[in-house]
């Protein structure tokens, strides 16, 4: 009998949301990444890249939240997208006193934490340029005293979701790989991750901070793209096994009041 994957869901107010320091890109147009991903084929191979599915709750709805990056050659996939999440949304030690600034109450919904990877129409392009809802960033005594070795909790990575091809330097991704195709130029994987029932999140100041609720992806590839807008069809099993998300089958110590 297969297990079904346990994904707990805390309320988003349980994250504490603050900011860092910009983070550059490394590519300042679509051109550009495609032209770094053929340079970096040519020497290193086939690219693997790395999206954490994060999951919240707000007003009753599963929120979801999408950082990830493209690993470097050789890198363990589920270590790289740990250190990957760390790199985009953990506090910064330095600078503490530049992380109260222009702060104020958050009211948000779901996170994408990562500049555009290497679509141009790509689904994280789509959330970055017309995301739901941008988080405020929360100025408590909680975000004062974060710091990037100062952690509620880990990260835990779970199940892999999907993979998605890039059969040549283009934009377009598969679920598959084509048949005429043998040597995808990069593959995309999307891991479940599970969120410690607490966290401080820091954002670069250069980046958004976004929520999309499951409805909205849901068959919207108009706006979102193939790749998000699947993710509601993927995580069904896990989430509204009867239909209710008052009825799922794993742990919702904090959903149900």
Not at 17 to 39: F, M, T, Y
């Amino acid at each position: 009998m297969s297990t079904k994957p346990t994904i707990n869901l805390y309320p988003l107010e349980n994250y504490t949301i603050g900011q860092k320091d910009p983070q550059p890109e490394d590519d300042p147009s679509v051109a550009a990444r495609l032209n770094r991903l053929q340079h970096e084929y040519e020497k290193f191979g086939m690219r693997t890249s790395v999206e954490g599915v994060l999951m919240v709750h707000e007003q009753g709805h599963p929120h979801i939240l999408i950082p990830g990056d493209n690993l470097k050659p050789g890198e363990d996939e589920l270590q790289g997208l740990k250190d990957r999440l760390n790199q985009r949304l953990a506090p910064q030690k330095e600078n503490k006193e530049e992380n109260k600034e222009d702060s104020n109450k958050m009211n948000g919904t779901k996170i994408d934490s990562e500049p555009p990877p290497s679509n141009p129409i790509s689904d994280e392009d789509k959330i970055m340029e017309k995301g739901d809802v941008e988080l405020d960033i929360k100025n408590n005594a909680d975000n004062e005293k974060a710091s990037y070795d100062e952690e509620d909790g880990d990260y835990e990575i779970g199940e892999l979701l999907t993979i998605w091809y890039r059969p040549n330097f283009e934009t377009y991704m598969y679920p598959y790989i084509p048949r005429h195709i043998t040597r995808p130029k990069e593959t995309k994987k999307f891991f479940i991750v599970q969120l410690p029932e607490r966290k401080v999140l820091s954002v670069p100041k250069n980046m958004k901070l976004l929520a999309v609720p499951l409805f909205e992806l849901h068959e919207n590839t108009a706006r979102y793209g193939p790749q998000l807008a699947a993710l509601p069809h993927l995580l069904s099993i896990a989430i509204f096994r009867e239909g209710c998300l008052k009825s799922v089958s794993y742990h919702l110590p904090q959903l149900i009041k």
